[in-house]
């Protein structure tokens, strides 16, 4: 019973290098998302998806690229990495808008320097 | 437009006493309100949700939580905290208004459950 599965785990990065991490799940759901965890700020929003190649941007997508070819999957990429990306980022899908669980992968954490 | 205030950043408890985290929350819908627990080095598990069913929700490991719309409050009680209930607590609100979704993750409280 995988659920939500982020990879990778860790990343280290140099400035202006590019990456990309993956979100899979398997439970069939249509909605996922991309947060970034910060201290003392909660969870935000980076990018979404409602379904099978459809991406819409959440509070803070500015660095970031999104894609969703595959329904189980969503790919999160940084073009040129920079200091501020430094972070924890997760994914969650949902199958069911306003009242379904948010079902999260355990995290990835990148550094970059 | 929607927020969510977790009103302490840190909570300390000692084992076995009682534990509050307190959440208020703004929203121009109806919402669905959600705690979640994220243990260090985890991801965030569902603890609870209202849905505009009953009012006080009963969640796992004990937690409960009421939702008081008089007071836009949603506090997670527990009565009688354990070492593993050490975490940190995110109270969140989704609305869902004509196929729009927002979810408002609140900043976190950490519990420290001192023995």
């Known amino acids: 019973n995988a659920g939500v599965t982020q990879t990778p785990k860790f990343r280290v990065l140099k400035t202006g290098q590019s990456m990309t991490l993956l979100c899979a799940q398997d439970?069939?759901?249509?909605?996922m998302y991309w947060y970034r965890q910060d201290p003392g700020m909660g969870l935000r929003l980076i990018h979404y998806?409602?379904?099978?190649?459809?991406?819409a941007k959440g509070e803070v997508p500015d660095g970031y690229n999104v894609s969703r070819l595959k329904k189980q999957n969503f790919l999160l990429g940084l073009e040129s990495a920079a200091p501020s990306q430094t972070s924890v980022y997760f994914c969650?899908?949902?199958?069911?808008?306003?009242?379904?669980?948010?079902?999260f992968g355990e995290g990835s954490r990148l550094t970059v320097l | 437009a929607q927020s969510v205030t977790q009103l302490d950043s840190h909570v300390s408890v000692s084992e076995g006493t009682p534990v509050l985290l307190r959440c208020n929350y703004s929203?121009?819908?109806?919402?669905?309100l959600f705690w979640y627990v994220q243990h260090p080095n985890k991801g965030l598990q569902l603890l609870l949700k209202?849905?505009?069913?009953?009012?006080l929700v009963k969640g796992i490991n004990g937690f409960e939580a009421e939702f008081k719309k008089s007071e836009t409050s949603f506090h997670l009680t527990k009565p009688s905290a354990h070492m593993s209930d050490a975490a940190e607590y995110f109270c969140?609100?989704?609305?869902?208004?004509?196929?729009?979704?927002?979810?408002?993750f609140g900043i976190g409280t950490k519990l420290q459950v001192i023995p």
């Open positions: 969650a899908s949902t199958g069911t808008l306003n009242t379904g669980e948010l079902f």
């Open positions: 439970m069939n759901h249509e909605y």
């Open positions: 998806s409602v379904g099978e190649g459809t991406t």
């Open positions: 929203s121009s819908y109806s919402p669905s």
């Open positions: 209202y849905t505009s069913a009953a009012t």
């Open positions: 969140v609100v989704r609305i869902n208004s004509g196929g729009y979704q927002k979810v408002t």
